[in-house]
């Protein structure tokens, strides 16, 4: 079987599941997040766009419910032994198979938790699931149950999480090798995710971010290459990924002669990300850490070019998004927790002068403080 964990982790994360379900009172949970079977079972498949879900019953009992096309990927890489087909045909409502199932495992009238806040879950399955289950019993949303048990890392995935670290590295030096003026943004994307799968990575779960000129100011991956000037600036935020274990970073990088405004920018990312080392760690939130960056962003005049949020949880994703749902937001009460592993990003975008900067990496909480897992200093990249 292609399992990446022993199977007394699995045994520990649905006893740990288990535990959850009966402090909330849940008689069963529907998995529709793939980041949840994954972690449950190691169940691996990108079949998640379409319908699917694993029923857990608060004895411990597994099932689950997908397409054919998904049968032997579930049997190969997952510990779920009891696996049923819902049959493709047009119209198909395998919401009607699933109700089925749970009147088969002595459900009818049970308190039932469903994974709703997902890529795994459309509107209309939600429409299709509430209309067949929503007299059947108590439906309760449960969307960030298991998310939240994810976000402390066993051993076993924290050194999934380095290993991806170190891919992320690889993926910098690779970047940094080609740019120069007249490199071509295609080839600076090809090496960085050419190194992670030449050093046993996986794909990420969203695309990495390449945008340079004005597309700098980019937060999001767009189609189009384009090749840099003599005089430039290049927006980089990629992850290593391993075992679906993402470690992000961010780097702008200057091409030719720095403007003022480009070190200035630079000089408030590496003080705020600074500060935020201090409060990354246990007895603080991580609305504690998005205060720190609004505090120092807003006292340095920047509070119209920077973002609302300056990072996340990661940890095993599948597209559309390597990011977890806990962010460091204003007023989010999410306890920082040794074991955890936390993207800080550091994005002044600043459409005023046509300037960026970027700064970010990855940490691994500690009850000492956060340690940095890349290797690479938060320097000013200069080519």
């Avoid at 989010?332 to 993207?343: H, R, V």
Wanted: hydrophobic share 45%; charged share 25%; aromatic share 8%.
């Amino acid at each position: 079987m292609a399992l990446h964990f022993e199977r007394s982790e699995f045994d520990a994360r649905l006893a740990r599941l288990l535990a959850k379900m009966q402090e909330e009172k849940l008689d069963a949970i529907l998995l529709f997040a793939q980041e949840s079977m994954y972690w449950l079972t190691g169940y691996d498949t990108f079949g998640y766009c379409f319908f699917q879900t694993l029923v857990v019953k608060s004895d411990g009992t597994m099932v689950l419910l997908t397409r054919s096309a998904d049968l032997r990927q579930a049997q190969l890489t997952s510990v779920i032994s009891d696996i049923r087909i819902w049959v493709d045909r047009v119209n198909a409502d395998p919401t009607v198979d699933l109700k089925e199932l749970l009147v088969e495992l002595d459900l009818l009238g049970a308190r039932i938790g469903v994974e709703y806040d997902t890529h795994g879950m459309t509107g209309r399955v939600a429409r299709l699931l509430d209309s067949q289950i929503a007299t059947f019993g108590q439906i309760v949303d449960a969307s960030y149950l298991v998310g939240r048990l994810r976000l402390v890392k066993s051993p076993t995935e924290i050194a999934y999480v380095e290993r991806a670290a170190t891919l992320a590295d690889d993926a910098l030096d690779a970047a940094l090798a080609l740019i120069k003026p007249g490199a071509d943004e295609a080839d600076i994307l090809a090496a960085m995710q050419g190194t992670i799968f030449s050093g046993g990575g996986d794909y990420p779960a969203n695309e990495f971010i390449v945008g340079s000129g004005p597309d700098a100011l980019l937060c999001r991956y767009k189609a189009g290459r384009r090749k840099l000037d003599a005089s430039d600036q290049l927006t980089l935020e990629w992850a290593g990924t391993y075992a679906h274990y993402h470690a992000a970073m961010m780097r702008a990088v200057v091409i030719g002669d720095p403007t003022h405004r480009h070190r200035e920018l630079f000089s408030a990312c590496l003080e705020t990300i600074q500060a935020i080392e201090t409060v990354l760690k246990p007895g603080h939130t991580f609305g504690d850490v998005f205060d720190m960056h609004a505090k120092i962003m807003d006292e340095r005049g920047l509070a119209r070019h920077r973002l609302n949020a300056c990072g996340y949880s990661l940890g095993a994703r599948f597209s559309p998004s390597w990011m977890e749902h806990e962010m460091f937001v204003a007023g989010n009460p999410q306890e920082i927790e040794e074991g955890m592993s936390l993207f800080v990003h550091m994005i002044i975008m600043d459409s005023d002068t046509g300037t960026a900067m970027t700064l970010g990496q990855t940490y691994l909480t500690t009850s000492q403080g956060p340690k940095a897992l890349s290797r690479h200093q938060l320097e000013f990249l200069n080519r």
